[in-house]
């Protein structure tokens, strides 16, 4: 017997998919903010970058 998997999909626009990057890059930034605080820089710069990344990737989903 074979199971079936079952895939809960909602319906998002993709003015929604960006909204929800830009929430999560601003909580990276917050993060970032936070490790810089703790003196760990290079974790730091990386939460910042992928921040970064995650605001592009926004802006681009807002051009389509």
Do not use: C, I, P, W
């Amino acid at each position: 017997m074979k199971a079936k998997a079952q895939l809960n999909v909602k319906s998002y626009s993709l003015k929604d998919l960006a909204d929800e990057l830009r929430v999560m890059a601003e909580d990276l930034k917050s993060r970032a903010e936070e490790l810089e605080s703790n003196g760990e820089t290079l974790l730091a710069r990386a939460a910042k970058f992928y921040a970064e990344y995650l605001e592009e990737a926004a802006k681009e989903l807002e051009q389509k």
